[in-house]
């Protein structure tokens, strides 16, 4: 019996087909978060000579990532996209780019166009600071079609047609299921914020190339290393330039897999090693960054996929989705909120995991526009609490995450009952 409810629970596992069965609760929630996410996300072209495998495991990697903060994954979208979005304006504006789309600034923002000085040595640009370089008749980019872009990328419109209509079919029966007052499981109730920001997220990439494994290099054999940190620091100090900028991103191989072994653990890091590459950085940018804050030193150059999902590099358009997509996806959760669980320190934990999340991210936006003027950008205070809230919200999301899979052993006999789907047909006398 649930202390609060008095309802009778049936425990254990439930076979079909007679009623919906532990099964038929399942398999739809594990369908939708596993193809939906992992139709989700548009992955950075990888390094040269980064092995399959590698490239597969960083996918698991983020589809992990995307399923403890899904909001934080569409944020990102939106925010290449809009970035993309200013970018084609940008091109085209020049005398030569008319034929430059959104799906090509994309490509650039993946590390498609890959610069080669005179060493042979390899730079990725973001698609604004190859502006800069093609507006600067530093480079000319060489014209690719939309249909080469889209031979290259692995976009697989069925698979993504099927994740559509999977969640589709899913809210329809998780809807009818309150309408007609049974039971919702908190898995069930955990899955539909996924579909509502995977769906987000699918409008702002839909154009993003998927799974590209080549690039496109673009020879500038009269640059050295020494002259695109000049260029590098020339266009990245405006008026206000902040030492946090970080748009210049050279990517050795090296350091690009040194980085990776240092964020995810995948190997033995050896730091005499990383010092050794450092040689590799021009001077001026070490100059640049050389009285910075330990987490914006000269390492930050070289770890574009670590910075670029970093909390404290987003602007107040970010923070503003951080906080509209937060407070809808965790609002929510509320449905659940007088839901049976299998105990009563269960239905508690799941309550303070639920305001826990829901209050940090209500006053994300707010603190965090607040803090940006009360504090420095460097100071200790605003960091602290940027880490609190991470903290805070991370612990919820834990639980959020993995107290539905625990609530299946014991659920209220109507979670077992299946919709009446005839009470929505017309019925003529």
Not at 23 to 47: D, M, Q, Y
Not at 397 to 403: G, K, N, Q, S
């Amino acid at each position: 019996m649930d202390e609060n409810n008095s309802v009778t629970l049936k425990r254990g596992f439930q076979p079909e087909p007679q009623t919906r069965g532990t099964i038929g609760i399942l398999i739809p929630c594990l369908a939708v978060l596993v193809l939906n996410v992992w139709t989700l996300f548009h992955v950075n072209i990888p390094p040269k000579g980064e092995s399959t495998h590698l490239f597969w495991l960083h996918r698991v990697k983020i589809w992990i990532i995307t399923l403890i903060v899904p909001d934080g994954v569409a944020t990102l979208a939106f925010s290449q996209w809009r970035d993309a979005k200013r970018h084609v304006a940008h091109m085209r504006k020049l005398d030569t780019y008319g034929w430059w789309t959104l799906k090509h600034a994309f490509y650039a923002e993946m590390g498609g166009y890959r610069v080669r000085d005179s060493s042979g040595q390899e730079y990725a640009f973001r698609s604004a600071e190859l502006y800069e370089l093609v507006r600067r008749r530093m480079v000319t980019l060489p014209e690719i079609s939309v249909q080469d872009l889209d031979d290259r990328s692995d976009a697989d419109g069925f698979v993504k047609g099927i994740a559509l209509l999977q969640s589709i079919y899913f809210l329809v029966t998780a809807f009818s299921r309150l309408g007609q007052g049974l039971h919702l499981t908190t898995l069930e109730v955990e899955t539909i914020p996924f579909i509502f920001t995977t769906w987000w997220t699918y409008f702002f990439w839909w154009q993003k190339p998927v799974n590209i494994q080549c690039w496109t290099p673009v020879d500038c054999p009269q640059m050295d290393p020494n002259d695109l940190a000049d260029i590098a620091l020339e266009v990245s100090k405006p008026a206000n330039y902040n030492s946090n900028s970080y748009w210049w991103r050279p990517v050795p191989r090296q350091l690009h897999q040194l980085s990776w072994d240092f964020f995810w653990f995948e190997g033995r890091f050896d730091f005499s090693t990383w010092k050794a590459q450092m040689a590799l950085i021009p001077p001026a940018i070490v100059d640049l960054v050389r009285g910075s804050p330990a987490h914006t030193r000269i390492a930050d150059w070289y770890l574009p996929s670590v910075k670029e999902m970093h909390p404290s590099q987003w602007g107040w358009e970010e923070d503003a989705m951080i906080f509209g997509l937060g407070v809808s996806v965790n609002c929510l959760l509320l449905v659940s909120w007088k839901s049976t669980f299998p105990s009563e320190i269960e239905s508690k934990l799941w309550k303070c995991a639920v305001f826990a999340m829901l209050v940090t991210t209500t006053i994300w936006w707010p603190i965090a526009w607040l803090a940006s003027y009360s504090f420095k950008a460097t100071s200790l205070a605003k960091h602290t609490f940027y880490y609190l809230l991470i903290a805070v919200y991370m612990l919820g999301r834990a639980y959020v995450l993995v107290e539905p899979f625990l609530g299946l052993r014991a659920l209220p006999p109507s979670a077992y009952q299946t919709v009446s789907w005839s009470r929505y047909i017309p019925h003529f006398q």
